[in-house]
């Protein structure tokens, strides 16, 4: 029972950067229709960018209380949406109104391109970061064993529900997020009322980037360790989140990555290890079978 | 006599290698209703479209207040005071009809709310449903929505593109008499594209005739409905 608990606790604090990474393949998604590839490598490069204004800071002797950790969290948000923002204008906006597979095949080129930079200029090692952030709560006890909650896994609760609690209320309640739902449910109707398609959909891009510095910023924090290749299984992970849930959808993104969280939490602690991802995969192949949609996925019927 | 507010020369343009306007020539002037008349695929959508810069024209010059608007990017024209109800009306299947509406005006930057009432005024019938999903109304629902959302941006050319299809005549006579009073009472420019040529050529001042990408005709509302060839062939003459 407490094991189970200690699972359930490791599984959404992962669960939870997987749903934050999700988001941005399903956003994406809903306004382009294409799968951004190099959304992984996105979320590597604010890993990246957290690292390095981590160490400037602990070099000016500044790292130091949550203010700090705020600041890298900003920092990191704002290098990597400039990221995502030059993806798209150079290798998605050209693409626009060619054939379907042009942009996807672009996206593989600018995950490799962007996998390489890191590689070139950062190292091809394996990074390390001593943890920022020790500590933690007793939640319960069973004999010998602890189930341990720690300040880490808070911040990353945390973190994540306020972050998705603003961009909830950008994407509903304010005009630019009300632009994004039309560019998805009628890009040419959007553009005949005023709407700056263009701009519209690079704002898209700039929030799923932010969104997966955060993400990325979080991964380091909690593993502290990165290399220029950890995108591309996180957002494997994270695309297969938001299949799951049902592309294009928002709060299925978010769901799929808690379900992916914690059924690879779960079969790692109960199974084993190496097949960890193995059974993350296979569910998503069942839940297609049976729900070609995904969980929370729209039946495409329209009234016309 | 003044410029007029939109002139259309020789206009050519092509859904990929299907031409479907082959010079099209026409004019609307300030505070007229212009209608333009057509069978199914003339090109009368495509002409509404291709002022709207979807698709780009391939030859010709489009003319609004005496700026050529004929290479300018689609958003940038509507903010000049275009509005176009399009063909197919093309709401917002989940947004409310609030948001539909408010989408209308979003991009023109002027408060919502007086135009707002004004909209509502037209059709009580969107006010009683604003809060239902834009996919979840009916036919003639979606069309008074479509020219709705239309005039939030408060256009000084309205684009029309049949508001007529597919509705009962009753709601067909209320769109009708809502054109005209806008028309009279505020001078709207309206361009109205319809195959109801019996109903478009009372409601216009004048009208054009567009057979397959060329216009053949023109003349004062009421003496094209007199042409007998025009009742031949799109007054119910022969089907």
Known sequence: MAYALQQLINGISLGMIYGLIAVGYTMVYGIIGMINFAHGDIFMVGAFVALISILLLIAGGVMDGPAALLLVLAISMAFTALYGWTVERIAYRPLRGSFRLAPLISAIGMSIVLQNFVQLSQGARVKPLEPQLVGGFEVMREGDFVVQLSTMQILIVLTTLVVLAVFTWLVTKTPLGRAMRACEQDRKMAGLLGINTDRTISLTFVIGASLAAVAGTLYLLRYGVIDFYVGFLAGVKAFTAAVLGGIGSLPGAVLGGLLIGLIETFWSAYFSVQYKDVAAFSILALTLIFLPTGLLGRQEVEKV | ?239
Do not use: W
Request: aromatic share 2%; net charge positive.
């Open chain 2, 1 to 239: 006599m003044t410029a007029p507010m939109l002139e259309v020369t020789d206009l050519v343009a092509a859904y990929g290698a299907v031409q479907a306007l082959k010079g099209v020539s026409l004019h609307v002037d300030r505070g007229e209703i212009v209608t333009l008349i057509g069978a199914n695929g003339a090109g009368k959508s495509t002409l509404l479209m291709s002022l709207c810069g979807d698709p780009r024209p391939r030859h010709g010059r489009v003319v609004l207040d005496g700026q050529d608007i004929t290479a300018m990017p689609t958003h940038e024209i509507m903010r000049l005071g275009v509005a176009q109800s399009p063909e197919g009306r093309r709401i917002f299947p989940r947004m409310s009809v609030m948001e539909n509406l408010l989408m209308g005006a979003q991009a023109l930057g002027h408060d919502p709310a007086p135009v707002l009432k004004r909209v509502f005024k037209l059709f009580p019938r969107l006010e009683e449903r604003q809060a239902q999903r834009g996919g979840t109304l009916s036919g003639g629902e979606q069309q008074m929505l479509a020219i709705a959302r239309a005039l939030m941006s408060k256009p000084r050319l309205l684009l029309l593109d049949e508001p007529s299809l597919g509705l009962a005549p009753l709601i067909v006579r209320q769109i009708c008499a809502a054109i005209r009073e806008l028309n009279e009472t505020e001078g709207l420019t309206v361009l109205l594209v319809e195959q109801n040529a019996n109903q478009a050529l009372r409601l216009a001042h004048r009208g054009y005739v567009l057979v397959t990408g060329r216009i053949t005709m023109s003349g004062r509302g009421t003496e094209l409905l007199a042409r007998p060839e025009i009742r031949d062939a799109y007054l119910g003459g022969g089907h």
